[in-house]
């Protein structure tokens, strides 16, 4: 092996340990239960087990979770073609759709809540898991009586309503294919992805509540679907009321005509273990978007171990990760809360509407003990202080994750102090559309530093590099894996050569996922945003994080975003776009006081050329900041695809940043 070089560089995470593991809480924990089954001394021998042995280590999940098959596998993996692409559960054959819903009939669980909703009006309802099977069953019976079945794509364009979780599981039962989409997508973005998927078949809804008001849907959906002949039906689900939606006799049919009136009663298509069950679209940055191919025993699985393993999520535990349906946190949460036999929380709305508390009061109502939270989020609700949080019985959280984007420590320490009374971990975790989940988190066996992961999960054999792809320590490097993960992508849809090209050919025998990462000398890992977006200044590589971290640390600043720029010489130069916190005046002086803390804690030669004040960040949906689209309007470039992003607006306010 390797010794990995070190380094004394420092990057703006080298803090202290503040959390450190509960042993009742260990002892009680789902890993510690899969340690004893299999006489594994201690976590640490655990985890170089599930990377040296990858092949044992799924087995294990596989059975540590009770996925069924109605035929088992001849063999857990196949590396033949490579490991770039392996083929999983060979010549075994079941449908997920099975673990999630079927099997639990009959049993304890059939009563359990499956699915709490709330929609941003005050509407609730809970479906067990024996109504969801049922309405699952209705709505498997609609679409074959609309003549869908094995290997149909379906499009999912709707809020995060109950009917949206119907229809995924639905869509999975007749052997179909699953895209979802994001629902703040416009017709060009939707049309794209389901052409590019020769989608049979749409559902969606007439509108969807935004802080109060009501947001057509059907409109922007049949505009699409000008340019996508392919689809034949439309199913739309009546969430607002919209008046005269626009209609096409034949082809578009109310859900509540639908579906309903259908038996409760469905067969489960007998599919095999690698059939595709899901068609899900990166935001690229250019041209067409990928589209990540994952499998029944892929994607399901690995989100559900990664809930079951590092989150420790149980049964009788409530899991609420804000999210949209299009971005992979979405059916992760479905898939893996199921296939546990947990509950799960959907909320259509805004999570601070009609108040800056309504996040924290989900939380009591809906006795969530897991709760997914983005670092921009908690950015956007720090200034409001405490008291919001204060209104609300939480103590019902058992930890709270994050992703999205890299946190400065200010604020994951306010998540700690204030939310999780410094007591409960903050499980940070990244990975990504293609990884099915995560490649690094947090866990309850290992302490925990502001903004820090405890290390890679599970069977993920991660490794920070240098560019020459050797291991690196205290330094900033290129996140990679070495190994193959059962729900790694099986490739992008119809593009085998791109997925290469994305993954595999930048390190001989490495998958590089473009993220910058760091271990620090107690093994405590930090994603410090997109290698692509590579800040190089005379030869010294800078991840845009860094930078963040010592702004957001200012206490005059909300959010910021670094950003490089060409210099003649130089390379790079950093510029830095900074939002300030209601009722800050941008002065001079500010400006030059954050240029000097950034000069301070970074050195002369990292100097930004400028700092500009932006009244907002351009972001997807789910609250990743789009640098490449802030380098494009500042530069005058074209900001190529921005269909992820939340407001488009915020492209403006780049352009007009003082």
């Known amino acids: 092996m390797t010794t990995p070089k070190t380094k004394t560089d420092t990057f703006p995470f080298g803090q202290q340990v503040v959390w450190q593991p509960n042993p009742r809480w260990m002892a009680e924990s789902n890993i510690q239960r899969l340690m004893d089954r299999h ?39 196949d590396l033949s073609k490579g490991i770039e692409n392996p083929v999983w559960c060979v010549g075994g054959e079941m449908n997920i759709v099975h673990n999630c819903l079927d099997k639990w009939m009959g049993t304890p669980t059939g009563n359990r809540a499956a699915l709490r909703w709330e929609g941003e009006e005050g509407v609730t309802q809970i479906l067990t898991y024996a109504d969801l099977y049922a309405e699952v069953n209705r709505c498997a019976n609609a679409l074959r009586e609309l003549g869908l079945g094995k290997g149909d794509a379906v499009g999912l364009y709707m809020p995060m309503v109950p009917e949206l979780a119907i229809a995924f599981l639905a869509v999975i039962k007749i052997g179909g294919i699953i895209l979802p989409l994001f629902s703040g997508y416009g017709p060009t973005a939707v049309a794209t992805r389901l052409a590019d998927a020769d989608a049979k078949a749409l559902i969606t809804a007439d509108g969807m509540f935004r802080r109060g008001k009501k947001v057509p849907l059907k409109p922007l959906a049949d505009e699409a679907l000008k340019e996508v002949p392919t689809v034949k039906h439309v199913i739309v689900v009546n969430r607002v009321g919209l008046e005269n939606p626009p209609w096409q006799a034949g082809r578009d049919h109310w859900w509540q005509d639908l579906v309903p ?214 330094a900033v490097g290129e996140l990679v894996i070495r190994k193959p993960w059962i729900g790694m992508t099986r490739g992008f849809w119809r593009d085998p050569q791109r997925y290469l090209d994305s993954y595999w050919r930048r390190m001989e025998g490495l998958w590089v996922h473009s993220d910058f990462a760091a271990i620090d000398r107690d093994g405590l890992w930090y994603i410090l945003g997109r290698s692509d977006d590579t800040i190089k200044v005379a030869g010294k590589r800078l991840g845009p994080a860094e930078v963040e971290a010592i702004v957001n640390a200012h206490p005059a600043v909300t959010e910021s975003a670094a950003i490089a720029v060409p210099h003649p010489i130089k390379d790079n130069e950093v510029v830095v776009f900074c939002v300030l916190k209601p009722g800050t005046k941008a002065t001079e002086s500010l400006r030059r006081e954050l240029i000097e803390l950034i000069t301070a804690e970074l050195g002369k030669p990292l100097k930004p050329k400028e700092v500009k004040f932006a009244t907002a960040l351009p972001k997807t949906r789910n609250a990743k900041v789009m640098r490449r689209v802030i380098r494009a309007a500042y530069l005058g470039e074209d900001a190529g695809d921005v269909s992820s992003l939340e407001d488009p607006n915020t492209v403006q306010a780049i352009r007009s940043a003082h």
């Open 39 to 77: 006489g594994i001394p201690d976590y640490d021998t655990l985890f170089q087990r599930s990377v040296e042995d990858i092949a044992w280590f799924w087995e294990a999940a596989l059975e540590d979770l009770d996925i069924q098959f109605y035929r088992n596998f001849d063999q857990i993996v």
């Open 261 to 474: 009136g259908q038996s409760p009663r469905a067969e489960t298509l007998r599919t095999s273990a690698e059939d595709v069950l899901m068609i899900i679209y990166t935001s690229g940055t250019t041209g067409r978007p990928k589209g990540a191919v994952h499998t029944h025993c892929g994607f399901p699985v690995k989100a559900a171990q990664d809930m079951f393993h590092p989150m420790d999520l149980k049964p009788e535990d409530t899991m609420y990760w804000m999210t949209d349906m299009g971005w992979m946190m979405g059916p992760w949460e479905v898939f893996g809360t199921l296939l546990i036999g947990a509950t799960m929380v959907f909320y259509d709305g805004a999570p601070d509407f009609p108040e800056v508390d309504r996040l924290w009061q989900l939380v009591q109502d809906h006795h969530i003990t897991h709760l997914g939270v983005s670092p921009t989020l908690i950015r956007a609700l720090k200034p409001h202080g405490s008291g919001p949080v204060e209104k609300h019985d939480i103590s019902c959280l058992r930890m709270a994750g994050s992703t999205g984007s890299p946190w400065d420590p200010e604020s994951w320490m306010w998540l700690f102090k204030h939310v999780l009374q410094g007591k409960k971990p903050i499980l940070n975790y990244s990975g990504g559309t293609e990884i099915s989940g995560g490649i690094v988190c947090g866990n309850f066996f290992k302490p925990l530093k502001p903004a820090a992961f405890s290390g890679a999960v599970l069977g993920m054999d991660a490794d920070v590099v240098d560019e020459a792809g050797q291991p690196l320590r205290g």
